[in-house]
C-alpha cells in the first residue's frame, strides 16, 4: 500500500513538471519563433512560467505536494516534511518530468528555434560571473522556497494553492530572467539541456538553487515555523 501510494506521488510529481517545463520552456522558444522583442520578452516569459508552475502545483499538491522542484524535495527533506527515499524519488521523477516535457518541444517549434534557444534552458548573460550566477540563482530560489513554506507546507497556510508560488516565480523571473534565466529549480534546467544535450554552466542552476532552498528551509522551519 504504501508502495502504491508513493507510486502516485510519483506520478504527479513527474507529470506536474513535465506540465510546467512544458509551458515554461516553450514560452522561450514561442517568444523566439516570433520574434517577440526584447523588452516584450522577459515579462512573457516570467509570466509563462509563473502561470504555468502556479497550475501545475495546483493540480498535484493534494496528492504529492507539489515539489516539482529538486530544490523544494532537498528543502522538504532538511525541513522534515519528507524522508530521504521519498525525496531521492521525488527528484529523479521530476528530472525525468522535466526531459520529457522539454523533448516534446521539439515536436512545436523548428529545429533552428529549438537549436537557438536550447529547447528554453537558462543560460547566464556575459555581465554576471559564475559566482554571481551561483548567488542570484540561490538568491531568487531562497524566495521561491520561503513562499512555498508559506503557502504551502506550513499548516497555517492561507488556501491558496500555488497561486503564490507562481506569483513569486513571475516577480524574480522579472527580476534574474535578464541574467540568468531565473531557473530556481534545477529540474526546469536541466531538462531542458539534457534533451539538447547543451549543458553550459548546468552547475550553476543546482548548485545555487539547492542552496538557497536549503537556507530558506532553515529559516522558516527554525525562525518561524518552529515545531509546530
Known amino acids: ?12 510529481e513527474l507529470v506536474g513538471t513535465l506540465f510546467f517545463v512544458f509551458l515554461g520552456a516553450g514560452s522561450v522558444l514561442a517568444v523566439s519563433a516570433f520574434n517577440i522583442p526584447g523588452y516584450l520578452a522577459i515579462p512573457v516569459i516570467a509570466l509563462a512560467n509563473g502561470l504555468a508552475l502556479a497550475l501545475a502545483v495546483s493540480a498535484t ?36 518530468g522535466a526531459t520529457i516535457g522539454a523533448l516534446l518541444l521539439y515536436g512545436f517549434f523548428p529545429a533552428q528555434v529549438a537549436a537557438a534557444t536550447a529547447l528554453g534552458a537558462p543560460s547566464l548573460s556575459s555581465s554576471v560571473t559564475v ?7 540561490g538568491l531568487l530560489t531562497f524566495f521561491l522556497v520561503f513562499a512555498v513554506f508559506g503557502t504551502a507546507i506550513d499548516t497555517r497556510a492561507p488556501k491558496i494553492g500555488g497561486f503564490g508560488i507562481g ?18 529549480n534545477p529540474a526546469r534546467a536541466l531538462g531542458p ?30 525562525l518561524i515555523m518552529g515545531s509546530k
Open 1 to 12: 500500500m504504501a508502495d502504491a501510494k508513493l507510486s502516485k506521488k510519483l506520478v504527479a
Open 61 to 96: 499538491m493534494g496528492v504529492s505536494g507539489g515539489h516539482l522542484n529538486p530544490a523544494v524535495s532537498i528543502a522538504a527533506l532538511v525541513a522534515k516534511k519528507i524522508n530521504v527515499r521519498n525525496a531521492a524519488a521525488y527528484i529523479v521523477a521530476q528530472l525525468v
Open 131 to 137: 559566482l554571481q550566477a551561483i548567488f542570484i540563482e
Open 167 to 184: 506569483l513569486t516565480v513571475f516577480l524574480d523571473a522579472i527580476i534574474g530572467g535578464p541574467l540568468t534565466g531565473a531557473a530556481m
Open 193 to 222: 539541456m539534457i534533451a539538447s544535450l547543451a549543458f553550459a554552466n548546468w552547475y550553476v542552476y543546482v548548485i545555487g538553487p539547492i542552496i538557497g532552498g536549503i537556507i530558506a528551509a532553515l529559516v522558516y522551519s527554525k
